[in-house]
């Protein structure tokens, strides 16, 4: 289409045919606009690059803070088998309830980071560490929720009426 116009242009010439201010305009911003566009397509490509560096080192980063907090979480998990007051039930499941949630906070974010590694382009980073941490804590975790459970309806099994008890929740 480009080169139609301009040999449109060019028989016109041949012929010496004075072209108005538009259509001489028109001739050379059709000329122009194969440049223009290759020009900006290598700005896009060089600020996209620039981009996709800047997103890497982002991750980098994130990933370094990451594996501090997974190895600051292991630590808390690790101390979990210090407890054994049944007095203190209730703070230690709020604790656990924490730490599950930080737990499932932290496998969504390393599938985000394989997924993220896959669309650079990259090799998946293993975070089976952070698989192995929810295994060590997951006694833990069901240990002092079911001992909380039960000690808060323990009264209401023991002293309410049979029939109001439902069998499914206990």
């Known amino acids: 289409p480009i080169g139609e116009a301009m040999e449109a242009f060019e028989v016109l010439d041949q012929f010496n045919y004075r072209l108005n201010k538009e259509s001489f305009k ?52 690790n101390t979990f088998g210090q407890y054994s007051d049944i007095e203190n039930v209730s703070k230690i499941a709020e604790k656990c309830a924490k730490i599950q949630e930080k737990l499932e906070d932290l496998q969504n974010r390393s599938r985000a ?45 023991m002293n309410d009426s049979f029939l109001d008890l439902n069998g499914d929740t206990i």
């Open 113 to 157: 980071f394989n997924n993220n590694e896959n669309l650079f382009g990259l090799p998946a980073t293993d975070y089976r560490h952070v698989t192995r941490v929810v295994k060590n804590f997951e006694p833990y975790h069901q240990l002092w929720t079911t001992a909380s459970e039960w000690l808060k309806n323990h009264q209401a099994w």
């Open 26 to 77: 028109s001739k050379w911003q059709t000329f122009g606009w194969p440049k223009a566009i290759q020009d900006m397509m290598e700005s896009k490509e060089l600020s996209l690059t620039q981009e996709k560096g800047t997103f890497l080192q982002e991750m980098r980063t994130n990933q370094e803070e990451f594996m501090v907090e997974l190895l600051e979480v292991e630590k808390r998990v």
